[in-house]
């Protein structure tokens, strides 16, 4: 059973498409994360959603939405591509700290690779 | 804000030999700190984690950290590396509202 799964894997397209990938946690965990790792390896966090609510936003075009329709669920919709956007996208998920420091860590999907040409 | 510097980009070390990753964070708490590991076209895997206690944290496949406050470190070593040990090491800090802010990095390539 996969932990945090990702999908697509790849994903190709031309500059202005919209396209969405999808992202599903069958931890129980309650916080469910967004990061962008560019051509450098850097790794970024763009969202975090706690129990379906919007907790970090942090400087990403309005192009990007999330969506997070139950806590097992966190979508990001990306409108108007742009060659800009080509990188890796990393879901990850994570329980509360308040549930103990023993089992904590964040638990990362397996990455969505796009290229916008 | 919290951050985190990884200053050496690449690292080439024998089979066999030990291995030291550098890694320093700037955090105004206690910080909690992490060592990841992505092997090429593959997720972030957890090696470790520092809360609190035992400064000298054990971790999979061998490896271990130890946190020093008063150098604002927490590098990760190996006694004697693996050929499968080759891949992007990532040194974390977790801030406010359960941010994880990555280090840029290091690349370890292992010599046969």
Redesign the interface.
């Known amino acids: 059973d996969t932990a945090?799964s990702q999908t697509p894997k790849y994903l190709v397209t031309q500059m202005g498409n919209d396209k969405s990938i999808k992202c599903e946690q069958n931890l129980g965990h309650d916080?469910m994360?967004w990061y962008k790792q560019d051509s450098?390896?850097?790794?970024?966090?763009m969202f975090?959603y706690?129990n379906k609510e919007l907790?970090?936003n942090e400087t990403v075009p309005n192009r990007f939405s999330p969506k997070s329709p139950d806590k097992a669920h966190l979508n990001l919709h990306i409108n108007s591509l742009e060659l800009g956007d080509s990188a890796v996208y990393?879901c990850?998920s994570?329980q509360?700290?308040v549930l103990g420091?023993a089992d904590?860590?964040?638990?990362?999907?397996?990455?969505t690779r796009l290229t916008v040409v | 804000a919290q951050s985190v510097t990884q200053p050496d980009i690449h690292i080439t070390v024998s089979e066999g030999a030990s291995l030291e990753l550098r890694c320093n964070y700037s955090y105004g708490a206690t910080p909690y700190l992490f060592w990841y590991v992505q092997s090429p076209g593959q997720g972030l895997q957890l090696l470790l984690k520092y809360f609190s206690g035992d400064t000298l944290v054990q971790g999979i496949k061998g490896f271990e950290a130890e946190f020093k406050r008063s150098q604002s470190s927490f590098n990760l070593r190996k006694p004697s590396v693996h050929w499968s040990d080759a891949a992007e090491y990532f040194c974390a800090v977790l801030g406010g509202g359960n941010k994880l802010t990555f280090g840029t990095g290091t690349q370890l390539k292992v010599e046969l």
Do not use: Q, R
Not at chain 1, 104 to 111: E, K, R
């Open positions: 945090v916080t994360y450098k390896k850097f790794l970024k966090i975090s706690n907790i970090i990393f990850a994570s509360d700290l420091v904590y860590g964040y638990t990362f999907g397996s990455g």
